[in-house]
């Protein structure tokens, strides 16, 4: 338990800081399932749709900190990838 004031505020910190990771995390792995369902179901335009918003969303979690830079680009590399031969085949 945190007995300083500055420590009671960086627990209080950390707590929000948490809670809104995990929230955009959850957001993020939802986006990258659905694109991944939508790629292996065979209806092009739908992938393609699910593939750039989970690309976007990657990014900006990314861009927050949330997710690791080459996290986020290995993960919409594999996905664009997928989507590419997806439309070749």
Known sequence: MANHPSAEKRNRQRIK????NNSVESTVRTA???AR???TSGDSAAAKDAVA?????????????VVHDRTASRATSRIQAHLGKHAAG
């Open 32 to 34: 990258v399932k659905k």
């Open 53 to 65: 918003k989970a690309s976007k969303l990657l990014a900006r979690a990314a861009s927050k900190g």
């Open 17 to 20: 800081r948490s809670a809104r």
């Open 37 to 39: 369902i939508a790629l």
